[in-house]
């Protein structure tokens, strides 16, 4: 009887890949910002597009490298206010083009 043990499985190689995974997707996040400052948009319609990635990523350095789980109720509304401040930034960023633009 043979005892194979499969490692592929250990929570250190999954932490491990997910990492890696992580890694890749911050790495993607970032060319995508770099194609969004190259292209021939509106400036509002631009910045708006660099603080959705710009909470894309913040989101995925919580969960992924920082490891903020939501089970309890705390890391929830940790996550909730920086979604909400964000949101409230780019809704005054939007005003204040569309104000400039009146002028």
Known sequence: MSATVDNSDQPEDRRLRATAIGFAAIVALTVAELMVIGLDLDRAVRV???????????ALVLVVFLRVRFRRRDPRLAVAALFLAAGFAVVLMLEMAFRMRQQ
Do not use: E, H, I, W
Not at 49 to 58: E, I, S
């Open 48 to 58: 708006t597009a660099l603080c959705g990635l710009l909470m894309t990523k913040v």
